[in-house]
Every structure is written in structure tokens, then in C-alpha cells.
């Protein structure tokens, strides 16, 4: 009789899988970038999917310059503010942050997030400006925060804050920009344009805690194997030695609501007027969308309403950047 070999059911890849710290997704990595200084990340709210029809421009496609029709996600995208600067430093324990220069105006929504500072520091700007000059400052990042109050198809109104790295040129150009956009707003199209690759990156859809058949993908035990109605679980703990079960082992537990990042998702439109996009009745689960907004070509992760965070493809490759044609978005109600 052959011997019956089969694959592992599930990545270990993403293990252990708990529950998301935050909300919030953070980036550990940042691509790199050679040009005039400028913002690598921005962050909006699901909205929903649609589809749109645009002409093919892709190289070598079977229906290369004929109109297709292409699923995409809509991500609400209303301005976003910089609310402070934060320079870092490196040492032998890593990199770690040396100070913080804080605009001199805030949203009082943002104190609902944090304790907001009483006051700017001209002292803590000079400081800022020596360390820049001396090279002690390695890299820039600027802390932003999200204007959910200016959208209805999120119910909270406290904004998110998160870090955006700075780059481009050197640490004195980096400065000089961050000090020029302190305090100000940040529109998408500031940072991102039509046809350009992005990396996207969400918390995903909460399951809770699930048995090892949904979570890992094992096969239901046979009758002959599942005597007592235990027809989900799985038929081994792992070996005698050693005394203890593996981490390896398919097991209960939760499912979903942990952080991942899609790479090289494309735009393929970015709007100011969210009537353009809005069907008939609104989006499921969200309603109708007021602000700017981009299009996604493809899916996300994420349920709607999830905060969702962009930034430039940090393994583009060989992708150019091409101006889609998108002739058509489809209105038409999502209510069935």
C-alpha cells in the first residue's frame, strides 16, 4: 500500500495568531526613495466594492487595449493633519526618538486621543534644528492624525494618530519640508497618484475563537474516526517525545483581526467628489461617501469602516507607473 503523504493544513507563517494590538496598523519598513523630500504614508476608512470599466494597458495582455471591467475597493480618504515632528537617532540599542516639535494648533477632537500639549516649544524646535545640524537626527517621521469627523459613514469621531516617515534628499531638506508642513493638511493626491502602486495594510476581519478546522483547514475526521459526535477535531496531539504539544499542532483559537499588508495593489483613480462612486442607496454597511477617495484595484483587507493605511510599493519591481482610462464606475444599488 502506498504511503499517503499530504501538505500541512495553514501557513505558520503568521504565528502565533492572536489578536491585533491596536486598530491602528504600524509599518517596520519603509521603501526607499532618492527625490525631493516628501510624506511615504497615508490612511483613510473602507468604504466598500464596486466595479468600473477601463481599457487594458497592460503589457502583453490578452485584452490589451479593450475595455474590461475590473473589481475595486473604495477607501474614503478626507485630509489628513501633521500634528507634530519626531526625529531619531541610532545608537548600539537600536534606534530610539530624541525629540518632538509640536504644531503650534491642534484639533480638539485629537484631545480626545491624547493630552495635547499646552503649548508649541520654540525651545524644543531649536534643539530639533542643533541635533539636525550636528547629524545626530538619522531619520524624520511626522506624527498624523485622520479627520473621521468630517465623514458619516464611520461612526467614531476621535482621530487616529500614527507615524509617517519622512524622506527624500538629505536630513536638513527633510527638516526644512517637515517644519513647512507642520500643523498643516494632507490631501491624497499630495502623496499618491492614479496608477501608481501601493501597499496596503489592515487589521482583518474578526472571527473570535474558532475550532482547527476553520482556522487551520484540516479535514473532518471519518466516521470510522469520529465516534462521539467529535467529527472537528483533530486526531493527534503530537508524539510521545517531546512531552509536550508542539506550536505546530492545529489548535483552537482565535481567527481574524490580525494586522496584514497586501503588496503592490494599484490605483487606479483618485476622486475629490464621493457622488462619482456612491450607489444607489449608498454602500452596504456604510452609507454614502462625502470626501475625496481612491480606488483599489482588487480587494483589501479588512471589514468596511476598518482604518486602512497606504504607502508607496516597497517591492515594486519593474511596475511603471501608467495612467489608467477608466470610462465607466457602476452606480448601481449594492441593497440587492
Known amino acids: 500500500m ?22 491602528v496598523p504600524r509599518y517596520n519598513a519603509w521603501p526607499g526613495y532618492e527625490g525631493e523630500p516628501r510624506l511615504l504614508g497615508f490612511a483613510g476608512y473602507k468604504v466598500g466594492m464596486t466595479h468600473i470599466v477601463m481599457v487594458d ?19 474614503e480618504v478626507p485630509s489628513m493633519k501633521v500634528a507634530a515632528l519626531r526625529a531619531y537617532t541610532r545608537d548600539t540599542y537600536g534606534k530610539r526618538a ?14 480626545k486621543r491624547i493630552n495635547l500639549p499646552k503649548k508649541s516649544s520654540d525651545e524644543a524646535t531649536g534643539r530639533m534644528e542643533s541635533a539636525v545640524a550636528s547629524g545626530e537626527v538619522v531619520e524624520l517621521y511626522a506624527l498624523m492624525y485622520t479627520t473621521p469627523y468630517e465623514i458619516t459613514g464611520v461612526p467614531k469621531k476621535v482621530p487616529d494618530l500614527m507615524e509617517v516617515k519622512i524622506a527624500g534628499g538629505d536630513i536638513a531638506k527633510q527638516f526644512a519640508y517637515a517644519q513647512g508642513i507642520l500643523g498643516k493638511e494632507i490631501r491624497v493626491a499630495d502623496i499618491f497618484q492614479s496608477g501608481a502602486y501601493t501597499d496596503i495594510t489592515a487589521v482583518t476581519t474578526g472571527k473570535g475563537t474558532q475550532g482547527p478546522v476553520k482556522r487551520w483547514g484540516i479535514k473532518l475526521r471519518k466516521r470510522k474516526h469520529s465516534r462521539g459526535g467529535k467529527k472537528r477535531h483533530i486526531g493527534c496531539l503530537g508524539p510521545w517525545n517531546p512531552h509536550h504539544v508542539r506550536w505546530q499542532v492545529p489548535q483552537a ?8 499588508t497586501e503588496f503592490n495593489k494599484r490605483i487606479l483613480k483618485i476622486g475629490e467628489d464621493g457622488s462619482d462612486v456612491t450607489p444607489s442607496g449608498g454602500f452596504l454597511h456604510y452609507g454614502i461617501v462625502r470626501n475625496g477617495y481612491v480606488l483599489i484595484k482588487g480587494s483589501i483587507p479588512g471589514p468596511s469602516k476598518r482604518l486602512i493605511r497606504m504607502r508607496p510599493a516597497i517591492r515594486q519591481g ?15 444599488s449594492k441593497q440587492g
Open 98 to 111: 530624541i525629540g518632538e516639535v509640536w504644531a503650534p494648533s491642534l484639533d480638539e477632537e485629537l484631545g
Open 253 to 260: 483559537g482565535q481567527l481574524g483581526y490580525q494586522q496584514r
Open 57 to 75: 494597458d497592460h503589457k502583453f495582455s490578452p485584452t490589451e487595449g479593450k475595455e474590461i471591467m475590473v473589481p475595486v475597493t473604495v477607501i
Open 2 to 23: 502506498p504511503k499517503i503523504n499530504t501538505p500541512r493544513k495553514g501557513s505558520l507563517a503568521y504565528s502565533p495568531r492572536k489578536r491585533a494590538k491596536s486598530p
Open 318 to 332: 519593474e511596475h511603471h507607473v501608467r495612467s489608467p482610462a477608466v470610462g465607466f464606475v457602476s452606480l448601481q
